[in-house]
Antibody, heavy 118, light 107 residues
Framework: QVQLRQSGPGLVKPSETLSLTCTVS????????WTWIRQPPGEGLECIGY???????NYNPSLESRVTISIDTSENQFSLNLRSVTAADTAVYYC????????????WGQGTLVTVSS | DVQLTQSPSSLSASVGDTITITCRAS??????LNWYQQKPGKAPKLLIY???NLHSGVPSRFSGSGSGTDFTLTLSSLQPEDFATYHC?????????FGQGTKVEIK
C-alpha cells in the first residue's frame, strides 16, 4: 500500500518561497503522475501541477509563472516550490498520486496547512 | 479551464435517507468525472471514477452516473460515516478541476 508523507514549514512570509516535499513509500515513484493540490480555507480544491518520473511537468496556467515541481527518484521524493507568495496562497497543500491509466487521484498525503503571514 | 458546478452546496439528511448530488461541467468531459469524499481535517478519498465505476473498497450504497456535462452521485441508505463533503473532479483536460464541494450534514 503506497503512502505519501509530506514535510515542510507551515508558515511562510509574504514574497518568500513556499517549499514542500512529499516522500513516497510502499511503491515506486517511476510510474504515475505525482501531483500537488491545494485547498484554501473553506474553499474547493485546486490542482497546482504534476510531474512524471522523467521530469516532465504540467502546471496550472494560473500558477505556472511561480511554480516549480521537481522529483528525486533516488530518494522517492517530489517537491513543490511556489515563489513570491501572498496571503492568497494560504491553504492546505496536498501531494497526491494520479493514476493515468484510470485517470484519478488514488493516494493522498496527509495535507499541510501553509499560512502566509509576516 | 473546465468549470464544475455542484448542487446543492450543502444538504441535511437523516441516517437511512437516499440523497443525490449533481455536478455540471462547463463543457463536455465525456465520462472523465470522478467523485471524492472528504472528512474534516483529512485528505479526499476516491469513491467513483470514470463517472460510474466504484473504487475498490467503497460500499455499494455509493453510485454514480452521467456523461457529457451532467453527472450525479447517489448515496443510498445514508450511514453515520457518510456525513462529509463530496467533490467532483474532471480528468478530461488539464488543468484538472474540482467542483466547489457539497457538504452533507446530519439533520
Amino acid at each position: 500500500q503506497v503512502q505519501l508523507r509530506q514535510s515542510g514549514p507551515g508558515l511562510v512570509k509574504p514574497s518568500e518561497t513556499l517549499s514542500l516535499t512529499c516522500t513516497v513509500s510502499g511503491g515506486s515513484i517511476t510510474t504515475y503522475f505525482w501531483t500537488w493540490i491545494r485547498q484554501p480555507p473553506g474553499e474547493g480544491l485546486e490542482c497546482i501541477g504534476y510531474i512524471y518520473y522523467s521530469g516532465s511537468t504540467n502546471y496550472n496556467p494560473s500558477l505556472e509563472s511561480r511554480v516549480t515541481i521537481s522529483i528525486d527518484t533516488s530518494e522517492n521524493q517530489f517537491s513543490l516550490n511556489l515563489r513570491s507568495v501572498t496571503a492568497a496562497d494560504t491553504a492546505v497543500y496536498y501531494c497526491a498520486r494520479y493514476d493515468y491509466g484510470g485517470n484519478f487521484f488514488d493516494s493522498w498525503g496527509q495535507g499541510t496547512l501553509v499560512t502566509v503571514s509576516s | 479551464d473546465v468549470q464544475l458546478t455542484q448542487s446543492p452546496s450543502s444538504l441535511s439528511a437523516s441516517v437511512g435517507d437516499t440523497i443525490t448530488i449533481t455536478c455540471r461541467a462547463s463543457q463536455s468531459v465525456t465520462v472523465h468525472l470522478n467523485w471524492y469524499q472528504q472528512k474534516p481535517g483529512k485528505a479526499p478519498k476516491l469513491l467513483i471514477y470514470t463517472a460510474s465505476n466504484l473504487h475498490s473498497g467503497v460500499p455499494s450504497r455509493f453510485s454514480g452516473s452521467g456523461s457529457g456535462t451532467d453527472f450525479t452521485l447517489t448515496l443510498s441508505s445514508l450511514q453515520p460515516e457518510d456525513f462529509a463533503t463530496y467533490h467532483c473532479q474532471q480528468s478530461f483536460i488539464t488543468p484538472w478541476t474540482f467542483g466547489q464541494g457539497t457538504k452533507v450534514e446530519i439533520k
